[in-house]
């Protein structure tokens, strides 16, 4: 690892900060470091690890302060601003040292209640720490190459001979008040020591200047990667047979969560990956535990290990197996503490399949993303201490302590998830009009969005502004929808409903309509609602837990207009399309409905047809969306509402529910 340190880059900061009085030189440069940690991965992960540094500012009485700018709850370093650095008053901070106790909770008060602004972020669990020792610049991370060093039986030896007296050697104790304290002590019976290695955790640097501080931090990374390098050794891992993901992940999917918990699938492979979930370590190597504590948080204490061929069956008595010794793990810890805890959900975050590589499970497609990063990362770590020694991890009781600190019990119940958290939805002709409304409207429930068109522009505007994965797709096309769908599951790993939109409005007389006229309208407004019907409902089938079809059709099923036989003949059929699939896949919990809206502002019709039609009524063309019981312009948005409520609705199918307004003519019946 080298530094990356530019004198140029770090002047830059300082001068682009150079007009606010809140930021100084000192905080400028404690941006700067603080990003080139933050963004190497093999140093930090997603919010991981802390910096400070100690300065002075002005508090609010004009007054000049000594003051300790720390790392902030929320933000990551590989991107931080001078906010995510809350000043806290340094010397009644400092004093807090004197106490022979603090909780967690009153930690978190007092450092609140010393803040110079009462709304900046939490500073991080660490702050005492930082605040403790008595460095102006302070760099702490869970280097890959570190934790492979210090998470062995043997490893104050170990580090003892990779640095010497230059990084001092503190025992594992948790974050908190009782760290801080011990930390403080080792540094000042080391006080020439350039950092702190604790053990299981990580490592910490200082220094007078950021310069110094962060490139202490990268030699020290850097000597403990080249000692790992020196000792490996080439071992040939014979690749097991290669499993299919389209195949495992929609049925592994359907048995995670429990109740109406949902999961996403995100799958991490590699080289690297292929070579540790093939090797026959694994079953040991990756039952020992998290190689560092804070990583249980993301991703559980152990992963659960699957063959590759399961069966439904085997994979559901994995699960049962898995959430029964997590369980009895948690009885254990409790019952032994005599305590009372808000006991968390027993499903893995991790799963490792031979074959294939580690499947991660999230609540959302970020937490899934972020638990395969930390795993990933494990993965090197424990292939390195394996190198130079035996991985080794933290005990039961202390994972647990983690798992379930105090701080992390509080924030449960707080936040309740959307109606549609987690749920994987296909939506087509998402573009616009009524697809785009209805993307909108399943995004604001929590829904995880697969987005189909043809426009392409079109699509990648509205699929970057709702954060969803978008592919351009001819729904016309049997095998481009088959595609589709096998891209939205292996993005998600699994889907749970679609709303079939996209459609034409072609206009023909029926007695002279052209044979052309009339195959597009079949292939687009009949056809291409089978095509992906039938392919969702085969995945939905696998997956084993129920699902929607959703389909838009038109008050023409049942009141046609002259002129759009073409239009109406198709959309009377997908209809019956829809009630056949209630019909067919109900035994399976797969809901079948449909939605009949009229005269929505869309694409649909151009404003030359709409002036026509409203024209031959006598009405004027705004008059013309309002024609209707209610006297009241239907919406692409109303429509949007009609398919959640749909989708929502755990004991509807076979229904046609109309959205126009009131049509008499045109009610099902």
């Not at 000192?26 to 540094?53: E, F, K």
């Not at 002590?185 to 200082?206: D, M, R, S």
């Not at 749920?423 to 002709?429: F, K, N, R, S």
């Not at 009377?572 to 009229?598: C, F, P, S, W």
Request: hydrophobic residues 40%.
């Amino acid at each position: 690892m080298k530094s990356q340190w530019s004198d140029a880059e770090a002047e830059a900061l300082v001068e682009q900060y150079a007009g606010r009085s809140d930021v100084n030189r000192d905080i400028a440069l404690r941006v700067y470091t603080s990003r080139l940690i933050g963004r190497d991965p093999s140093l930090v992960l997603h919010g991981g690890g802390n910096t400070s540094v100690k300065t002075r500012l002005e508090d609010d009485l004009g007054e000049t302060v000594d003051v300790l700018c720390v790392k902030g709850s929320g933000w990551d370093l590989g991107d931080i601003e001078p906010e995510g650095l809350p000043a806290v008053r340094l010397a009644s901070l400092g004093a807090l040292r004197e106490r022979e106790s603090l909780s967690d909770e009153d930690m978190v008060n007092a450092q609140r209640t010393r803040l110079l602004d009462a709304g900046a972020p939490n500073p991080s669990v660490e702050t005492l720490l930082h605040a403790f020792l008595p460095h102006k610049f302070i760099d702490h991370s869970h280097a890959d190459a570190i934790l492979s060093v210090v998470d062995q039986p043997e490893a104050e030896a170990l580090c003892r001979e990779i640095f010497g007296d230059r990084l001092a050697i503190v025992p594992y104790v948790m974050p908190g008040f009782e760290l801080s304290k011990l930390a403080a002590e080792v540094q000042e019976q080391n006080a020439e020591a350039e950092g702190l290695l604790l053990l299981q955790h990580g490592l910490f640097t200082y220094g007078d200047t950021a310069q110094e501080s962060y490139e202490r931090h990268i030699r020290a990374v850097d000597d403990a990667e080249r000692f790992i390098e020196a000792r490996k050794t080439s071992v040939a891992v014979p690749a097991r047979d290669p499993v299919d993901y389209a195949t495992l992940a929609p049925v592994l999917r359907g048995r995670l969560g429990e109740g109406e918990r949902r999961y996403i699938l995100h799958l991490r492979t590699s080289q690297a990956i292929r070579e540790y979930v093939d090797r026959p370590e694994l079953a040991s190597w990756s039952q020992r535990g998290v190689v560092t504590p804070d990583h249980v948080i993301r991703t559980k204490a152990l992963p659960l290990l699957l063959a590759g061929n399961a069966s439904r069956d085997a994979i559901q008595r994995a699960l049962d197996a898995y959430r029964s010794r997590y369980r009895e793990y948690v009885k254990r810890q409790v019952d032994g503490r005599g305590i009372a805890v808000k006991e968390l959900d027993a499903d893995p975050r991790i799963v490792l399949v031979p074959g294939l590589g580690i499947i991660a499970a999230g609540a959302s497609p970020k937490a899934a993303r972020v638990a395969a990063d930390v795993h990933e990362h494990t993965v090197r770590t424990i292939t390195d201490a394996e190198a130079i020694g035996s991985f080794q991890a933290l005990p039961d009781a202390d994972l647990f302590d983690m798992e379930y600190w105090s701080l992390e019990q509080a924030k449960l119940g707080k936040a309740q998830p959307k109606p549609l958290a987690g749920a994987v939805v296909v939506v087509t002709g998402a573009a616009s009009g009524i697809g785009e409304a209805t993307a909108r409207a399943f995004a604001s429930e929590g829904a995880c969005l697969y987005l189909l068109d043809r426009d392409a522009d079109g699509l990648e505007a509205v699929a970057k502004e709702l954060g969803a994965a978008f592919q351009q797709v001819d729904v016309t096309d049997p095998a481009a929808v088959e595609a589709a769908l096998d891209a939205a599951l292996e993005t998600y790993g699994g889907i749970d409903g679609v709303v079939s939109n996209a459609g034409t409005a072609p206009q023909a007389e029926i007695d002279t309509c052209e044979e052309a006229v009339l195959r597009g309208s079949l292939e687009i407004n009949l056809l291409a609602h089978q095509w992906l019907a039938q392919a969702a409902s085969a995945r939905l089938r696998a997956q084993g837990t129920g699902g929607f079809l959703l389909f838009n059709a038109s008050k023409a099923a049942f009141n046609p207009g002259k002129g759009f036989g073409p239009y109406a003949i198709a959309k009377a059929a997908l209809v019956a399309l829809t009630k056949q699939y209630a019909l067919e896949l109900g035994e399976y919990g797969i809901r079948a409905n449909a939605v009949n809206a009229d005269r929505i502002r869309t694409r649909l019709l151009d404003q030359a047809d709409v002036e026509k039609r409203a024209e031959a009524r006598g009405l004027s063309a705004d008059d013309y969306y309002r024609s209707n019981l209610l006297a009241r312009e239907v919406t692409a948005d109303d429509v949007a509402k009609a398919f959640v409520d749909l989708a929502l609705a755990q004991s509807t199918t076979g229904c046609i529910v109309t959205v126009d307004g009131g049509n008499i003519a045109a009610s099902p019946r």
